[in-house]
């Protein structure tokens, strides 16, 4: 079974508008959850590291957020400009241990 | 900045054909990583390395084998291709403890 889960799978904004993404997980010991963003063809790149103690954090119109008790994250992104068409990817670190747990990722489309 | 570079963005071989998927990385990272993404399963792990010569089998190594004769580089082989392994490969790296692979910008192998 699936350590991480994102919904929705796909979507389709207009340029502007903001959306959300989420993530759960049942990673545990949990270490840290980070987001990445993987343009078409590309490999992914970081946007946001959340350990235990952190609830939010911003980057640029990128916002994640955590709730560790209840084990879920979330993206926002606000005002989507056309460059955010990607897939962006949850992923969990599991204390002492080196793998990755990564979700399917959630693909976003924005249209103008 | 980090660097994961990986030797082809696309590749096409035959059935049956010896493959070689290189990956180098200049921040001398213990740990490197190979993955395949393929639509609908998100990242999968194949192989991991966390020393030189060391290696341990990721979720779906059946198919492939690696090598890891020197820290900053690690290969993925593919003995006999065959058509399923079609996918997009993406090499990583980290260093231990730290959450953040930094990841190649991937290879789109196709086997025909």
């Known amino acids: 079974k699936n350590q991480v889960e994102q919904s929705p799978q796909s979507l389709i904004i207009l340029e502007g508008k903001n959306c959300t993404l989420q993530?759960?997980?049942?990673?545990?010991?949990?270490?840290?959850l980070r987001w990445y963003k993987q343009d078409t063809g590309r490999g992914p790149v970081s946007l946001t590291i959340m350990t235990f103690s952190e609830n939010t954090k911003s980057n640029g119109r990128y916002t994640a957020t955590l709730d560790a008790d209840t084990k879920q994250s979330s993206l926002h992104i606000t005002a989507s400009q056309l460059s955010d068409s990607a897939s962006y990817i949850c992923?969990?670190?599991?204390?002492?241990?080196?793998?990755?747990?990564f979700g399917k990722g959630n693909q976003v489309v924005v249209i103008p | 900045d980090v660097k994961v570079t990986q030797s082809s963005r696309y590749l096409v071989k035959r059935t049956g054909e010896k493959v070689f998927l290189e990956c180098v990385q200049d921040m001398d990272h213990e740990n490197m990583f190979w993955y395949r993404q393929d639509p609908g399963l998100g990242l999968r792990l194949i192989y991991f390395?966390?020393?030189?010569?060391?290696?341990e089998k990721g979720d779906i190594p059946e198919g492939y084998s690696v090598s890891r004769e020197k820290k900053e580089r690690f290969s993925l082989i593919l003995e006999s291709a065959s058509t399923n392994q079609t996918s997009m490969y993406l090499c990583?790296?980290?260093?231990?403890?730290?959450?953040?692979?930094?990841f190649g910008q991937g290879t789109r192998l196709t086997v025909v």
């Open positions: 992923v969990v670190s599991e204390y002492g241990n080196n793998r990755l747990a």
């Open positions: 993530c759960n997980y049942t990673v545990s010991p949990f270490s840290n």
């Open positions: 990583a790296s980290s260093t231990p403890g730290q959450s953040e692979a930094f």
């Open positions: 390395s966390y020393d030189v010569k060391m290696k």
